[in-house]
């Protein structure tokens, strides 16, 4: 059974960082394609960042310059760093699976970041 | 940026009835489109993929249709536990999300 759980989300202020991250399992995260959707409160659905199978990396330009997304294959989970985190980076961020790079097949149940002083 | 907007924005019926949802592309995204649901407090769930293919698990009853820019997700006979927001994706030109649709009970 796929499954994915987001850890590390949380309170932080304006300018902090923060790390987010996925652990996988059911399948392999380096046979998929990897994605950060995130969800400000009450709002839609917002594509931040996407990991191909062969190694290429996107970012929406809502976070270009500011995350990064990494993936560890001997722990088969999958990373966000979120630096210089602003108030419009509030949201719920879920890891998504993708078995080609158009959809997200599965989700994970989120994790919430709050960007606050 | 291809924008998905989505009709109406909130859809009142009752159970039983058919569910008509639309999600327009402000260009063609052939038929690289895909329909969640997401119920409150939990992830989207995939309904539909390239437009009309049902994922695994997802019953008859939801069914997807159109290409280019025109979409259109139907649920021929609302059960309760389809009450819920649906998004439209595209991955045309990366990943977009229409603004959702609220199907309420009526």
């Known amino acids: 059974e796929v499954q994915l759980v987001e850890t590390g989300g949380g309170l932080i202020q304006p300018g902090g960082s923060l790390r987010l991250s996925c652990a996988a399992s059911?399948?392999?995260?380096?046979?998929?394609?990897m994605s950060w959707v995130r969800q400000a409160p009450g709002k839609g659905l917002e594509w931040v960042s996407v990991?191909?199978?062969?190694?290429?990396?996107y970012y929406a330009d809502s976070v270009k310059g500011r995350f990064t997304i990494s993936r560890d294959n001997s722990k088969n989970t999958l990373h966000l760093q979120m630096d210089s985190l602003r108030a419009e980076d509030t949201a719920v961020y879920y890891c998504?699976?993708?078995?080609?790079?158009?959809?997200?097949?599965?989700w994970g149940q989120g994790t919430l970041v709050t960007v606050s002083s | 940026e291809i924008v998905l907007t989505q009709s109406p924005a909130t859809l009142s019926l009752s159970p039983g009835e058919r569910a008509t949802l639309s999600c327009r592309a402000s260009?063609?995204?052939?038929?690289?489109l895909a329909w969640y649901q997401q119920k409150p407090g939990q992830a989207p769930r995939l309904l539909i993929s390239?437009?009309?293919n049902r994922a695994t698990g997802i019953p008859a009853r939801f069914s997807g249709s159109g290409s280019g820019t025109d979409f259109t997700l139907t649920i021929s006979s609302l059960e309760p536990e389809d009450f819920a927001v649906y998004y439209c994706?595209?991955?045309?030109?990366?990943?977009?999300f229409g603004q959702g649709t609220k199907l309420d009970i009526k």
């Open positions: 260009q063609s995204v052939s038929s690289y």
């Open positions: 998504a699976r993708g078995v080609t790079r158009y959809y997200f097949d599965n």
């Open positions: 990991f191909y199978i062969g190694g290429s990396i």
């Open positions: 390239d437009a009309s």
């Open positions: 994706q595209q991955r045309g030109n990366w990943y977009t």
């Open positions: 059911g399948f392999t995260v380096s046979s998929s394609y």
